[in-house]
C-alpha cells in the first residue's frame, strides 16, 4: 500500500507506518490540483487541515482505501461521497482530549481572575489590587454542550471543583460520573458557564446566535474551543455589551481559514472581531487548545493505532 502525506505531523506516524510495511510518500507543497493529478496511485492518505477533501478530489482518487486526519474533526472532507466510496475515515479526538479539557479550563479561571489584565498593568507600572478582584469556579453551575470527547475531558478537569456539571447532547445515554445530562431547558435555566464542545455539522453551524443567547435565563460566560462557525460573532458582541453575557473565552473564531493558517492575512478585520481585541472581558488564542507537545504525539498515535486496526481487517 502506498500511503501520502498532505501535512507535516509527528514523525512517529510515517515510522510506524512504515514498519506496517507502508510505503510513505510526501507532499507538503503542492497545490490541491497537482496532488488531485496523482492521488490515483495511493491508497490511503493522511492529512490534517491543508484543504477540503471534496467530490471530485475523491472520484479522482479512484484507489483510495482510507482517509486518515491528524485531528478530531472530519468536516474537511465529504463524509457521504466517501462512506459511498468505501473508503475508510479515520480521525483521532482521544488524542488531544485531555489538551482541549486543561485549555477550557485554564482560559475561564483566567478570565475570572483577570490573569491577562493584571500581567498586562504590572508590566506598565501599575499595581491595582481591587480592580483584579477574581471570582471563584467553585459553586457555579457549568453547561456543556456536546458531550463526547472533548466533553467529557473538560468535565472530568471540573472535577476538583465544587461546581454542578451539565451535558446536553442530541445522543441519549452519554452521561457519566463528572456531569447529569439535562434537556436543553434545564441548561438554559441553570448555566453559569457554558462551554461548547460540538463538531461542525449544518445543526451546528451558527448555532450560537441572538435567539440561542437569548433563551439563557442567567447572566453567563461563555467558552469555545469547537469550531468558530458554532458562534455568531456580532450577536456575541451584542450580549457582551448588554451583560448577558459577562465574557468569553474563544479558542476558535467564526472568521478562521479552513486550513486554520494566516487569519491576518487580510487586513480588513470585522468590526465584532475588533471588540473582542479591545476587551478585557474576552480572552483569545489561535486555535490551540488541542495543540501541545503532549497532544502532537497522542494524535500520530492514535491514527497508527486506527490505521494498523483498519489494515488487520482489510487483509
Known sequence: MKVLFLDTNHPHLIHSLQEFGLQCDEDYDASKEKIEEKIHLYDGIVIRSRFKIDKNFIEKAIN???????????????????????????????????????????????????????????????????????????????????????????????KGFDCEVLCYDIKENVADTNARQVKIDELFEKTDVLSLHIPQTELTNKMFDAKFISKFKKEFYLINTARGSNVVTSDLVEAIKSNKILGACLDVLEYEKSSFENFFSDDNLPEAFQYLIQSDRVLLSPHVAGWTVESKFKLADTIVLKIGQFLNQYR
Request: no cysteine; proline share 1%; hydrophobic share 45%.
Open 64 to 158: 483510495l482505501k482510507f482517509i486518515a486526519r491528524v485531528g478530531a474533526g472530519l468536516e474537511s472532507i465529504d463524509i457521504h461521497y466517501a462512506k459511498e466510496k468505501k473508503i475508510e475515515l479515520i480521525a483521532a479526538p482521544e488524542g488531544n482530549r485531555n489538551a482541549v479539557g486543561e485549555h477550557a479550563l485554564g482560559m475561564i479561571l483566567a478570565l475570572f481572575n483577570q490573569l491577562k489584565k493584571a500581567d498586562s498593568e504590572i508590566r506598565q507600572g501599575k499595581w491595582l489590587r481591587e480592580a483584579n478582584r477574581g471570582i471563584e469556579l467553585d459553586g457555579k453551575t457549568v453547561g456543556i454542550i456536546g458531550y463526547g470527547n472533548m466533553g467529557k475531558a473538560f468535565a472530568k478537569k471540573l
